[in-house]
């Protein structure tokens, strides 16, 4: 086998056992976070436990806890959609600069972690209100059917479209190759930052309906891995954008 082919090889295994060791981590911690239950809300929903202290909590314990399961299912969520695209760029390169991949998947999901630290003070202060202003938490459904329709239709627009063209390869966000260490790192951090932009609509959903709900989080992954996937194939796309549309509607119609 010549270093070519040795290299891919270890790029397959090592990119399953990252895919297989998020996606055992994050059912186990699943079925944890399902265990503790949720509050009851106004409007016939439950608050996740991950938003709000729970008794004998400190709220930084609290935000530790949703970052470690942020940092979790990121891989899970992500590699289908990233791994692609490192292995299109991969072909171009030797064995030695193989490391400079793993330092740019480094700094990709670093990125994500900080958004997942970002997240949590803008979903905590939202259950807040929720808790306290009935109000709010009963037009929590009719808002959750409201941003899937959106993601819907902005999964079908021309918007959308250009987003996946410019995400289908790496090389769009960095035109040559990284050379060093620090390289690689940022490549690994810009691509993040155009991978969360052209995801956003699902990344909305997934804080909608429930940013550790199990079937939540799956359909937003499979929809993730689908458009990247299959970015060439526009209809395959707009139907997920319909259906997303489709299952917003149904959720504006059960909050009405």
């Not at 009851?40 to 806890?65: D, F, I, K, R």
């Not at 390289?183 to 993040?192: D, P, T």
């Not at 689908?226 to 997920?240: D, H, K, T």
Request: include cysteine; aromatic fraction near 8%; proline fraction near 4%.
């Amino acid at each position: 086998m010549d270093s070519v082919a040795r290299t891919r090889v270890i790029f397959a295994v090592m990119a399953a056992l990252l895919f297989a060791a998020s996606a055992t981590a994050t059912a186990l911690r699943f079925t944890s976070m399902a265990a503790m239950g949720g509050t009851p809300m106004p409007g016939g929903w439950t608050l996740s436990a991950a938003w709000l202290p729970l008794c004998g909590q400190t709220w930084l314990h609290t935000a530790a806890s949703f970052v470690s399961m942020w940092a979790t299912m990121t891989p899970a969520m992500m590699l289908p959609a990233l791994a692609p695209m490192l292995w299109r760029e991969r072909r171009s390169l030797t064995l030695h600069s193989g490391w400079l991949i793993i330092l740019s998947a480094a700094g990709y999901f670093s990125a994500w972690l900080l958004a997942g630290v970002l997240l949590f003070p803008i979903g905590a202060a939202v259950a807040s209100l929720a808790v306290r202003v009935p109000l709010i938490a009963r037009a929590a459904p009719l808002a959750t059917g409201l941003i899937v329709v959106v993601a819907g239709v902005l999964q079908c627009s021309a918007w959308k479209a250009n987003q996946l063209h410019a995400c289908h390869s790496i090389r769009h966000c960095q035109m040559t190759s990284p050379v060093d260490a620090l390289a690689a790192w940022r490549s690994g951090v810009r691509f993040a930052v155009r991978c969360a932009s052209c995801c956003g609509n699902w990344l909305a959903v997934l804080l909608a309906t429930g940013v550790m709900d199990r079937e939540a989080t799956l359909i937003v992954s499979v929809a993730i891995a689908v458009e990247r996937i299959a970015a060439s194939r526009g209809r395959l796309v707009r139907l997920v954008g319909v259906s997303s549309v489709a299952a917003g509607v149904m959720l504006i119609a059960r909050a009405l």
